[in-house]
């Protein structure tokens, strides 16, 4: 079945350093990929989803590049600001609607 | 915005209790998910449905219920509550698949 894998389950950085989360899948055809963003005691909200036609996706500075020979979709963002800290998913939804999610990153911004 | 509500937001049972989550989503979307969220293992999905009248099975299914009874409203059941489905479930809705999926605030559960 289909799978997401996020390697850093913490990520600390000092507030203007660039981020970078990483994200593989695995998948028999080619579904579409989204992060979510969930800040504490929130809900999570979509941050950013793939496009079909290769193009870039960004959102409040950050952007993800689909990479399809690598199965890869990871998260960049060139400085960091202490409102980023929050839990990111990465997530890939199947042609039946269905969404499965990583196991999460939480990033933590520093001063 | 889309808007999707849940009741209640925090409910506690004991073990063999019967709970019913609720969620109501305002936007005529077609797809209802429900999840749970525990420290470690992320969001999982435990059912989802396509319509009023339709159910899917998620992930991990097992001592869970669901029905789909408007467009709007979609129900997660736990007949036999235990102290393993402790958790904070999410209830969301999307347009189409591969659209964006909007959450509700969530509902705390706590087994004891």
């Known amino acids: 079945g289909d799978s997401v894998t996020q390697t850093e389950g913490l990520v600390t950085l000092t507030e203007g350093l660039p981020v970078m989360l990483n994200c593989t899948y695995q998948s028999t055809y080619s579904p579409f990929l989204f992060w979510y963003v969930q800040h504490l005691n929130e809900a999570p909200k979509l941050l950013l989803k793939?496009?079909?036609?290769?193009k870039r996706p960004e959102h409040q500075g950050f952007h993800a590049t689909l990479h399809k020979s690598s199965s890869s979709f990871h998260l960049q963002k060139s400085s960091a600001q202490l409102s980023d800290s929050a839990l990111y998913y990465c997530?890939?939804?199947?042609?039946?609607?269905?969404?499965?999610f990583g196991d999460g990153t939480v990033l933590t911004v520093k001063p | 915005e889309a808007a999707v509500t849940q009741s209640p937001r925090n409910k506690v049972t004991v073990t063999g209790g019967n709970v019913t989550l609720s969620c109501r989503q305002t936007n005529s979307h077609n797809y209802m998910y429900w999840y749970r969220q525990d420290t470690g293992h992320g969001l999982r999905l435990i059912h989802y449905s396509y319509g009023a009248g339709n159910l899917q099975i998620g992930d991990v299914p097992d001592g869970y219920k669901a029905t789909r009874t408007t467009q709007e409203d979609f129900f997660l059941l736990l007949e036999l509550a235990s102290p393993s489905q402790t958790s904070l479930y999410f209830c969301a809705s999307s347009d189409a698949w591969g659209g964006e999926q909007y959450f509700g605030p969530g509902t705390r559960l706590t087994v004891l």
């Open positions: 793939s496009f079909t036609d290769n």
């Open positions: 997530a890939l939804s199947d042609r039946t609607g269905k969404l499965t």
